[in-house]
């Protein structure tokens, strides 16, 4: 995944993450399997950003 593609996924799980916890709450299953990719995602882009 380049690194257009990985702030693109970035934002979209960011947006779906804000959707889930203000319908079913921040502590739902859902909200949190969003926050731990999310998170995964993260990692991976400040990993790259270490690198350059």
Do not use: P, W
Not at 18 to 23: K, P, Y
Not at 28 to 37: L, T, V
Request: proline fraction near 0%; hydrophobic fraction near 40%; charge should be negative.
């Amino acid at each position: 995944m380049n690194a257009t593609d990985l702030l693109f996924r970035i934002e979209n799980l960011r947006r779906s993450m804000i959707e889930v916890a203000i319908e079913k709450g921040f502590s739902s299953k859902e909200s949190i399997e969003i926050s731990r990719e999310l998170d995964g995602l993260l990692y991976k882009c400040q990993d790259k950003n270490a690198h350059f």
